[in-house]
Structure formats: structure tokens, C-alpha cells
């Protein structure tokens, strides 16, 4: 596994998805186009997403560069610093972005300016700036073409300082997390907590509509969603503190790979669900209705992956050291 | 005065030995991830029932919910089994844990709440969602509160426990 390449794929996403998202959502605003909204609503949880991916993937593309000569370990960390203060901002927004979704569903016409989309374009400006940050302070680590001689001094401008003091230092926050067994403990306990709210909401979703207890409508279990969504959000938080309390002992490991491909899979699946008709078929089905194949094949997909994604987790302890460094 | 010697004694059976120290991921891992399964089934479809009678997305009618003490069922056996296996595995580790008593006692605690439920909310067809939702308020809190001491419970036994292994 190349986690340099890795990081170069998927870096482009968090920086450049986010502008675009950005700049759909402000393109909406004069001719109120919920399409285009909706769009830009849509990009940003994605860019979320893939943003851990990105940010997990540095770890190993440090490892692989970090004895070259001319590489600074300042530099590098000065970037991971960077990338923890966006990556905060980038998940605010797109779970903003999710409220936003779930807000204007079954709305007729387009949803009026809410506070929800408020936030969304205050905190998607915060992060396309930021993103642009973490881009340039990667950039130094390795382009000396663009390197002015700034990335040396201590940062030059106001605003450029005055963030840097926002940036947490990546080995702080390391040694933050796993100073306390106890603190390590009650992360892992939430970590199961949540998995038991998200297994619960959408698995009962799902069991609809594979056909399990017809009585319910599906519309209605449609809207424990939310309840999925922050189980899914504590894990979220709670794993990546993990990580970046263990980066290494995560990084060179496949079934925590093979989990977050697992977790990307999820949202494609959840996409699907609700950008093809499947959501809209079975969105009005009442008691003892079924649902069509499509709606099926996405529900088994889901249920299926999310007992995948527990296997994977299960067996990270079991995997450890797997990967090999490629040098 | 050390651990009971019984608990060697299982430690040292072929079994025991097997699922400790296996390098086959169907040994220890496999049991411990049914463990999972059980949890995210018995706690997930409980938690389910608990947040609808609390006031949770109140268009689901209360009545068919009752197909879900099903699943709470299977996925308790499944972690009751493995849980025994679990044990096995480890008998020092687990049987010298004060936390592993803890955790058994809330377990017990939780499911007596979840018959009482079952009872009290399920049992009479002729209710209204109303009148379910408030005979089986508090015991939806109650049950939340216990499940979720019981999977911190649960947890923590990895960072509890005194011994590993019998101390030779």
C-alpha cells in the first residue's frame, strides 16, 4: 500500500470538492435553485467523509517521506496542525449540511433561507479557507518551487498567525488521548454506545423494507434517521480521536483500511438510496406494503455493510502490523 | 491467598488454551465479534422501542414494535453463549474482575425491565398508543440507563481486569 499516492488521490477532494460546494451554494442564492442548493448540500457531508480518509491517509504518507533529505519534520507537522483545525470545521459542515437535507424533505417547494443554511455558509467559508491552508502548508513540505522563504520564519502575516494559534500540535493531542486509560476506556464505550443507536435506527429501516414487520409504515421509521445519524457522529468523533491517539498502530493495519472503504461504500449506498427513486417509492408505503427490488438490494446492501464495518472493527486488535511499508 | 485454583484448571484445558491462544481468526476474535452482534441487535432493537416510547418519531405505531423483543432475544443468546465461551477463554481474567459481577448484575437488572415492558406495553392489544406510551415511559428510561451501564460495564472489563492469566 502507497499511502504517499493514496494521499496525493484523495487530498485533491477536501480542498477542491469543498470550492466547488462553495461555489454551488452561493450560485443558488440569487435564483433560489434548489437543485443547485441541494447539490452543494449534498457535496459537502461527501467531502466530509472523504476528508478523514485524506487526513488518515497523511499519517502513512509521513512515514514514507519523512527520512528524505530536505524534508522537514516541522514542516510536515506544521501541515497536520493545519489539517486537524480544517477537518474540525469540514465535519461541522457537513453535518450542517445533512440538517439542511433532512430539513427540507417533503417540502413542495423550495425550503425558505433558514438558519440551518445560515450556518452552512458561514462554516463552508471557514473550511474552504482553512482547506486552502492545509493545501499550501502541504505544498511546502515537498514543492521547494513555491516555497518563498516564508515557510520558515515564524508565519508573516496577522491573519496567518492568529490561525496557527487555532492549529493544535499533532503530537499534543496524541499524547492527550492516550494519557489516561480511563479517557481511552470511556472512548471506546461511546464508540460501542453509538454503534448500538446506529445498528438499532437503521437496522430497523432496512428490516422494514426487506419486509420485517409489514405493520409499520416505512415512512415512519424513516424518521428515527437522526438517531442513526448521532450514533454515526459519535463514532466519528470518538474514532478519530483514536487515531490520532494510535496513528500508527491504525495506519498499518488492513481491517481498519478495509473498515473505512467499508464506511465510504455506506455513503455511495446511502446516495444511491436517495438519489435514485428508490427513496421516493418507498416513502409513501403504508402498512403492508412492500418494497420494490431497488429499495431491496440498497436496504441488504446497508445492513450487510454496517455488520461488515463491526466485523472490521472487531478485528483491528487481530490485524495489527499488517501492512508493509512500501519504500 | 491467590485466585481459586478451579480457574487454572480451566485456563489450562485444551479448549480454553485453543481459544486463547489460536492464531485462527475463528478463536477468540470470532466469539468476541458475535459478542458485538448480540450487543448491536439486543441493545439496538431495545433502544429502539425505549426512544419510541419516550416520544421518539412518534408517527411508528407502538403495537407491531412488539416483533423487536424477538430480535433482543436472539441477540441476547447469542451473547450469552459467547459470553460463556468469553469466560472460558479467560476464566482468571474474567471471574477475579469485580467490574465482570458489575456487569452480569445490570445485565440482569435490564432484562427483568425489558419483560416488565414487554408486559406492561405489549401484552394488552387493545391499548391506545397514548396509554402505551405512558404506562412504558419510565421503564423506556430505565432501560436506556441500564443497557448503557452495561455496555460501559462491558467495555471497561478490558481495563479492569488484576490478572491476565493465572498468576504461576
Known amino acids: 500500500m502507497n499511502f504517499a499516492h493514496l494521499h496525493l488521490l484523495l487530498n485533491h477532494f477536501p480542498i477542491i470538492g469543498t470550492i466547488v460546494g462553495l461555489g454551488l451554494f452561493l450560485v443558488s442564492l440569487p435564483g433560489k435553485n434548489e437543485d443547485l442548493r441541494r447539490a452543494s448540500l449534498i457535496i459537502f457531508p461527501t467531502m466530509a467523509l472523504i476528508a478523514i480518509m485524506t487526513f488518515f491517509s497523511g499519517v502513512g504518507a509521513q512515514g514514507a517521506i519523512k527520512k528524505d533529505p530536505g524534508v522537514s519534520e516541522a514542516l510536515i507537522e506544521r501541515h497536520q496542525g493545519a489539517a486537524m483545525l480544517a477537518m474540525v470545521f469540514m465535519e461541522i459542515t457537513g453535518a450542517l449540511s445533512l440538517v439542511a437535507l433532512w430539513k427540507a424533505q417533503g417540502k413542495a417547494r423550495p425550503a425558505s433561507w433558514n438558519r440551518s443554511l445560515s450556518a452552512v455558509l458561514l462554516f463552508s467559508v471557514v473550511t474552504v479557507l482553512l482547506m486552502a491552508r492545509v493545501g499550501t502548508t502541504g505544498g511546502d513540505i515537498r514543492h521547494p518551487e513555491i516555497v518563498s522563504g516564508q515557510a520558515e520564519r515564524a508565519d508573516a502575516t496577522g491573519i496567518s498567525r492568529m490561525v496557527r494559534a487555532f492549529e493544535p500540535s499533532p503530537g499534543r493531542v496524541a499524547e492527550l488521548m492516550t494519557t489516561s486509560k480511563w479517557w481511552w476506556a470511556f472512548m471506546m464505550d461511546m464508540h460501542f454506545v453509538g454503534l448500538a443507536l446506529l445498528i438499532g435506527a437503521v437496522g430497523i429501516l432496512d428490516l422494514r423494507m426487506l419486509g420485517f414487520a409489514k405493520q409499520i409504515p416505512i415512512s415512519s421509521v424513516h424518521r428515527l434517521l437522526p438517531w442513526a445519524m448521532l450514533g454515526f457522529a459519535i463514532n466519528l468523533i470518538t474514532g478519530v480521536l483514536a487515531f490520532t491517539g494510535m496513528d500508527q498502530y491504525y495506519t498499518y493495519d488492513w481491517a481498519f483500511w478495509l473498515k473505512m472503504l467499508a464506511i465510504l461504500l455506506l455513503g455511495l449506498n446511502a446516495a444511491a438510496f436517495y438519489l435514485t427513486d428508490a427513496f421516493h417509492s418507498v416513502e409513501n408505503l403504508g402498512p403492508g406494503d412492500d418494497a420494490p427490488p431497488l429499495a431491496k438490494f440498497i436496504a441488504a446492501t446497508s445492513l450487510f455493510l454496517w455488520f461488515a464495518v463491526i466485523t472490521l472493527g472487531r478485528y483491528i486488535q487481530s490485524f495489527a502490523d499488517t501492512i508493509t511499508v512500501h519504500k | ?168
Not at chain 2, 485453543?18 to 439496538?44: D, K
Not at chain 2, 430480535?71 to 469466560?87: C, D, K, P, R, S
Not at chain 2, 481474567?93 to 437488572?109: E, M, P, Q, V
Not at chain 2, 436506556?144 to 455496555?151: D, E, G, N, R, T
Open chain 2, 1 to 168: 491467598m491467590g485466585p481459586p485454583v478451579f480457574l487454572q484448571a480451566i485456563e489450562d484445558t485444551g479448549f480454553s488454551t485453543w481459544l486463547r491462544e489460536s492464531e485462527s481468526p475463528f478463536a477468540f476474535y470470532f466469539i468476541l465479534l458475535f459478542h458485538t452482534f448480540g450487543l448491536a441487535l439486543l441493545v439496538g432493537a431495545n433502544a429502539v422501542v425505549d426512544l419510541r416510547l419516550l416520544g421518539v418519531a412518534q408517527a411508528i405505531p407502538i403495537a407491531p414494535l412488539k416483533r423487536l423483543f424477538k430480535i433482543m432475544w436472539i441477540g441476547f443468546t447469542m451473547n450469552a453463549l459467547t459470553g460463556v465461551l468469553l469466560v472460558l477463554a479467560y476464566p482468571t481474567k474474567t471471574l477475579t474482575n469485580w467490574d465482570f459481577y458489575a456487569k452480569l448484575t445490570i445485565i440482569g437488572f435490564a432484562v427483568w425491565v425489558m419483560q416488565k415492558l414487554k408486559n406492561q406495553v405489549f401484552e394488552d392489544a387493545s391499548l391506545t398508543d397514548v396509554d402505551r406510551m405512558a404506562r412504558g415511559a419510565s421503564l423506556a428510561k430505565w432501560s436506556l440507563v441500564l443497557w448503557f451501564a452495561a455496555i460501559t460495564a462491558g467495555r471497561l472489563l478490558a481495563y479492569t481486569y488484576k490478572y491476565l492469566t493465572y498468576p504461576s
